[in-house]
């Protein structure tokens, strides 16, 4: 399977989204499509010039699924297309450090990868990273 093309946004400007970004850039089967945190608006931009053929996934940091809003209409259209909801609770305290929850974002983003083409619903999956309490 050629690597999946993965796009990286957030629903307001987080250091935790360029976190999830820096570990999608060092996973082997993934392949960024932009080097930066997209906004929405520019997943549906970039959304259009990838071929509606091929396998490709959005993470979405502090997104959430509702009826007729961007990842819906982003699933209706594409079904190639994965999404994962991801909401980060907590302070994130040592930057820098591995945070060993990005090992579960990454797999999910491959297992979702595997449902392509079934109903919209069954290719979104929605992740809560909770930080331990000092």
């Known amino acids: 399977m050629p690597p999946i093309k993965v796009l990286v946004t957030a ?17 082997p089967g993934m392949r960024l499509c932009e080097e930066h945190v997209l906004t929405v608006p520019e997943v549906d931009e970039i959304l259009v010039a990838i071929p509606a053929s091929e396998v ?20 209706r259209l594409r079904p190639s297309l994965v999404l994962l909801l991801l909401n980060v609770v907590g302070d994130i305290v040592h930057v820098g450090l591995r945070n060993p929850n990005l090992d579960s974002v990454l797999s999910a983003v491959h297992a979702l990868a595997k449902s392509v083409g079934s109903a919209p619903n069954q290719r979104v999956a929605r992740i809560d990273l909770i930080t331990p309490d000092p």
């Open 56 to 75: 490709c996934a959005v993470i979405w940091v502090g997104g959430s699924f509702d009826a007729d809003g961007p990842a819906d209409r982003w699933l």
């Open 11 to 27: 629903t307001s400007r987080d250091i935790k989204a360029e976190v999830i970004l820096s570990a999608v850039a060092a996973e």
